[in-house]
């Protein structure tokens, strides 16, 4: 009689998307940990001495306020992600953690505005959706809304 | 439709606010009591934001604000539709009260009715328009293509 296992000793792990969950404004957000080089707080950063604290802009390095690419108001976020490419850094108002999921899917179709190029995609994290962000595509937007 | 139609059909009646509109119950999938809006940045004027419904992903269509004017003050429940776009994706549609499915013939549009008037339903004395959603939604577009290969190994921070 042959003995042994069925199944493989070491079940095949699934190949899991980590991403960073951050808030601009009322919306929660999600961006692939592998594009984040930093994330940075403002309360250590330089003040103007208006009572207002900046974030520090390295060399090279492009700002942008979320809320201004969707449009809200109100003030901007005490947080920085530092990207590891297009020299671009994205300014939100807090990370809140960090999630890993292997399902990853496209906007309803029922969407056909600017935030299908602003999202990569949507996940789920519990009974939360929540729409992936596509910072290359807003640097892109940006960088033609420059010109 | 054209001219009178004897024949009797089932139609989902249901309320926006103080006035009621119908659908055919072919598109309607079903009526769901429970359910939460979750909204994200968008530009799709029609659209309010998602709703998960036993794991799937329903794009929300305000259909109040579409058609009065202005989102509904309340939404009681949700009519699940078929409105595709493309393949077999559903709506739902928040909706202000109660729902109620009659069988009834139904009579032609009133002269000058938009191109999304199927018909009309003559109820306790009211004229109720039947609603045709693929004309009231929006037509399918080019999308550009989403890149959902997030990534290939995991970075540590």
Sequence with gaps: MKTGRWKPACPEVKAANTLILFWVGPYRLAIPAAELKEIRQHSGLASLGRGEAVPQKRECERLLAVRAIFRLSGKVGGCTLVLREHALALQVDRVERMIETSVVRELPNAFQGEERLWFRGITMAGDSVIPILNAKAISALENEAAR | ?157
């Design chain 2, 1 to 157: 439709m054209s001219g009178e139609s004897a024949v009797r059909r089932s139609f989902l009646v249901f309320p926006l606010e103080d006035r009621r509109f119908a659908l055919p119950t072919e598109d309607v999938v079903e009526l769901s009591r429970s359910g939460q809006v979750q909204r994200f940045p968008h530009t799709s004027e029609l659209l309010d934001g998602v709703m998960v419904l036993r794991g799937g992903i329903l794009p929300v269509w305000d259909l109040a604000k579409t058609l009065l004017g202005e989102s509904s003050a309340t939404q009681k429940a949700w009519l699940v539709t078929r409105c595709n776009y493309s393949g077999d994706e559903r709506t739902a549609i928040p909706v202000s009260g109660e729902c109620q499915m009659i069988h009834a013939a139904a009579l032609p549009p009133l002269q000058g009715s938009p191109v999304y008037i199927l018909g009309v339903l003559k109820l306790e004395d009211q004229l109720i328009e039947i609603l045709d959603l693929r004309q009231l939604g929006p037509q399918p577009g080019e999308f550009p293509q989403q890149d959902l290969h997030l990534e290939k190994k995991d970075a540590v921070l």
